[in-house]
């Protein structure tokens, strides 16, 4: 609940760069940890976090600009300089790019999908912590003793007991990705035992892994919209994450069927 949490001279390091910062190093590290264990490419894991990275500021950002599109008509850089981006626009663009870097490159990009995406759960989880240290994605008022009051200088509205949605996200996002690099590790373990690369004893293909991520978040995301209170775009009834996350959930349905499908044949 700090923007600011030091200084360097006159340099203010504020606290949800900071996390997004070490969110970042700490999946890196993971992903080539993680793809050399597997035998993969390494330099292929530290060309995607870059691609992921930018890519996904840029569609945060754009998603950003087009749900607070009002707001970016009258003050256009006043939205561009904020400190608001949505997740989803970010999660969406920087598959996008991977998947364009993986067809030009000639790799596989379900096998990476499947690694990479733990690692994109636990950035994810620091980034949450960084919205908390801000005060952005802020909940909504509560008379809960687990009710948090933000001060003047927060993004969240200051003197009011409000629901840290930001950490229940990224407690859930740091399950996720416990989930995600125990379930790969035991599967990938079971198929090098059998001696399989596609399929395994445990009826995983390449890419569920991905898939999981994708069915996990979307689901956590949907519920979480509902405890939160900070102005956003809606569609109908729904926020604009909630919309989204419907596709979400559906897309990891419908691609883990085609996936199994394909193995089976």
Do not use: W
């Not at 003050?75 to 969406?92: K, Q, R």
């Not at 775009?233 to 959930?249: D, R």
Request: glycine content about 12%.
């Amino acid at each position: 609940m700090k923007k600011d949490l030091f200084y360097i001279g006159r340099f203010s390091v504020h606290g949800y760069g900071l996390m997004i910062g070490i969110g970042f190093i700490l999946a890196l590290f993971l992903g080539e940890y993680r793809a050399k264990k597997k035998g993969m490419k390494e330099e292929a894991i530290i060309d995607l976090a870059i691609i992921a990275a930018v890519g996904g500021f840029l569609g945060a950002k754009i998603l950003y600009i087009i749900v607070s599109l009002k707001e970016f008509l009258q003050n256009p850089l006043a939205v561009i300089g904020s400190e608001g981006f949505v997740v989803y626009g970010g999660i969406i663009s920087g598959v996008l790019c991977c998947m364009l870097y993986c067809k030009v490159k000639k790799l596989k990009f379900l096998d990476y999908f499947d690694i990479v995406m733990p690692e994109v759960a636990l950035a994810q989880a620091f980034g949450r912590i960084g919205c908390f240290l801000a005060g952005c994605c802020y909940g909504r008022p509560t008379d809960s003793v687990f009710g948090v009051v933000f001060p003047e200088d927060s993004l969240a509205p200051a003197g009011i007991k409000l629901i840290p949605t930001q950490l229940i996200s990224a407690v859930g996002d740091f399950a996720i990705a416990i989930i995600l690099i125990i379930h790969a590790d035991v599967v990938f373990k079971k198929a090098k035992e059998s001696s399989l690369k596609a399929k395994t004893g445990f009826g995983m293909v390449s890419g569920d892994i991905g898939c999981i991520y994708m069915f996990l978040y979307g689901i956590g995301r949907f519920l979480v919209e509902f405890l939160r209170n900070d102005v956003r775009g809606t569609v109908g009834n729904l926020s604009t994450s909630q919309f989204i996350s419907l596709f979400i959930v559906a897309g990891s349905i419908i691609l883990y069927v085609i996936n199994h499908k394909k193995a089976s044949a």
